[in-house]
């Protein structure tokens, strides 16, 4: 008689089991937000960081992605919320010297910014029909790199507010010429 209480006690514990074709909904994992610097995507992004980057402009940015072609090094910075404003850094090694940077890489209408790198330039480009006006501001360092600050500005505002933003950027650019890669 003993086993066939244990038995019976068995088939009760089953018989409480869900069935095979019933489905147990089962809570959706909530997300977890890490604040990760923007350095940890690594490429040029190492030269960036978040708190510099508000000090120096103004703006908050809170997501990085980084790219590497060759000797080349990218990175993109830009409100999680938001695809702009957005921040472009790229450097490059390269052998070119002083002479040809003036003469082939500073396009027309560029400035020469003074007291960054061995030559540099700012430039603003009018708005496109779906991108907003850019800031940039690129120099040759002194341990032969190449480098450019592009800020692109929401759709809706003009050149003067980039040509406004240029001297954040060279602020920007002097603090980042003195990182190392």
């Known amino acids: 008689m003993r086993g ?3 038995l019976a006690g068995f088939g009760l514990l ?3 089991c869900a069935q095979p ?3 147990i909904a089962v ?7 890490v604040d990760a610097p923007a350095g940890s995507a690594g490429g040029a992004c190492r030269l960036l960081d978040f708190a ?3 000090e120096a402009t103004g703006v908050r940015f809170d997501v990085a992605a980084a790219s590497e072609q060759g000797d080349t090094h990218s990175c993109v910075i830009r409100a999680e919320q938001q695809a702009v404003p957005d921040l472009t850094l790229s450097v490059s090694e390269t052998s070119i010297d002083l002479a040809a940077f003036k003469a082939d890489l500073m396009p027309k209408g560029a400035r020469a910014v003074p007291g960054l790198g061995r030559a540099a330039y700012r430039l603003t480009v009018a708005p496109a029909s779906k991108q907003g006006p850019v800031a940039e501001v690129a120099w040759l360092a002194e341990d032969g790199r190449l480098a450019s600050l592009r800020y692109t500005l929401p759709v809706g505002q003009v050149r003067a507010d980039a040509e406004g933003f240029t001297p954040k950027l ?3 650019a002097k603090q980042v010429d003195t990182r190392a890669l």
């Open 27 to 33: 809570p959706a994992p909530v997300p977890v937000l």
């Open 52 to 54: 510099l980057v508000e």
């Open 4 to 6: 066939r209480l244990c």
């Open 21 to 23: 074709d019933e489905q």
């Open 170 to 172: 060279v602020t920007l």
């Open 14 to 16: 089953l018989g409480g």
